[in-house]
């Protein structure tokens, strides 16, 4: 994802303004808008980034050490790293972040291991890193316990050690886990990662699948779709049908799986996925599976949709495209997030407040389907 011709940071996920990035740089949020101190919800953010010094540097060395493969996720860590205001923002689980939600209104953050995570670094040392990832995360909770949830950081390339770091972050008291989408080009329908999808549904901790480049970067890249614009919804949306389409929920009905930004634009196509249902259901995949025994999934596409999958509203205060996902999904399928320090505007947050919905669902998207899917208490 290039800057700006200038090298500025405000080119960063097509999210950053002059005076947005020129506040950050002095540790205060964006200007404050009237949002309604007394609501009578509290305001869970599901999708709020972090990251912490040793998974810096270890990105860094690994791209600079000649050594690793052309990631283009792994490009676009290192990229973000080496912009101090942002890091100064992503490695605080203390008083700027806390200060920073007061001004915006935020009363809980649900904290993500931000992008591209774990799963870019050497490969022995992914589970390592997820491990003092999840250390971290769970000790910012326990600090912080009416403010903070934290999703669990996994390397997938590591199966077996992702289903023990999983089964580790659920006696810590973790509220589910995330993944930052590909990784190196895999994603979680193929075969060998079964174990992870069966040690979540056992566990009961819900998966939260966050964007990353892209792994066919260049044709992103050079018309500048590289990020929020193209490539991350655009990789999302692979991983996702490529788990609906694999039967994963039908092997696993109690799997939870939830993506952001009002789920990259799919629930507005399930007439179509279900319509065309037949291009991939019941047929082999060969590039996928080796050719194994083809797939028939035992419900329409849209049903899993509505049974297995969650969006969140990341970046996407629209009330028009939030209540057309109500209505299509289930008010109880749509949770409010604000994909901080990425995005973040008080002004946003206050028209979540005028949005035209009864006061139960604004109750739900706001904070109670949070606490259902997440398991969060307090």
């Known amino acids: 994802m290039p800057l700006l011709p200038d090298g500025s940071e405000k080119g960063l996920k097509g999210h950053f303004r002059e005076d947005f990035s020129h506040r950050t740089r002095v540790g205060m949020a964006p200007r404050a808008g009237h949002v309604d101190r007394g609501a009578p919800y ?106 903070f949830s934290a999703l669990a950081a996994f390397d997938p390339r590591d199966v077996a050690g992702s289903v023990k770091e999983l089964e580790r972050a659920a006696a810590l008291g973790l509220n589910g886990a995330v993944l930052n989408s590909h990784f190196q080009g895999h994603y979680l329908d193929e075969p060998a990662y079964r174990p992870i999808l069966e040690a979540l549904e056992a566990l009961d901790l819900a998966l939260y699948i966050h964007p990353t480049a892209p792994h066919s970067a260049p044709h992103y890249e050079k018309r500048g779709f590289f990020g929020a614009l193209g490539g991350f919804p655009h990789d999302v949306w692979l991983h996702t049908m490529g788990l609906v389409m694999s039967g994963a929920f039908d092997r696993h009905p109690k799997l939870r799986l939830v993506i952001g930004h009002l789920g990259e634009c799919m629930p507005l196509h399930l007439y179509r996925f279900d319509w065309m249902q037949g291009n991939a259901d019941g047929r082999a995949r060969p590039l996928i599976d080796g050719g194994g025994e083809p797939i028939k999934l035992n419900h329409p596409v849209s049903h899993y949709f509505r049974t297995n999958i969650w969006i969140t509203t990341s970046g996407c205060g629209w009330e028009d495209g939030i209540t057309f996902c109500q209505k299509v999904l289930g008010p109880d399928r749509v949770l409010y997030a604000m994909d901080y320090p990425y995005q973040q505007s008080s002004d946003e947050l206050a028209a979540y407040d005028r949005m035209a919905m009864s006061p139960e669902v604004k109750k739900m998207l706001m904070e109670n389907n949070a606490r259902a899917v997440f398991r969060i208490k307090g």
């Open 42 to 147: 509290k305001r869970i953010a599901t999708e709020e980034a972090w990251t912490f010094p040793a998974l810096v540097k270890a990105q860094l060395d690994y791209l600079e050490s000649g050594d690793a493969p052309d990631d283009p996720s792994l490009r676009m860590g290192v990229m973000f790293n080496k912009m101090p205001s942002l890091q100064e923002m992503l490695q605080d689980l203390g008083d700027l972040r806390l200060a920073h939600m007061d001004e915006l209104g935020i009363d809980r953050q649900l904290l993500l291991l931000t992008a591209p995570g774990v799963q870019v670094v050497r490969p022995s040392d992914g589970t390592a890193l997820a491990r003092e990832a999840n250390d971290i995360a769970a000790d910012a909770c326990r600090r912080h316990p009416t403010r």
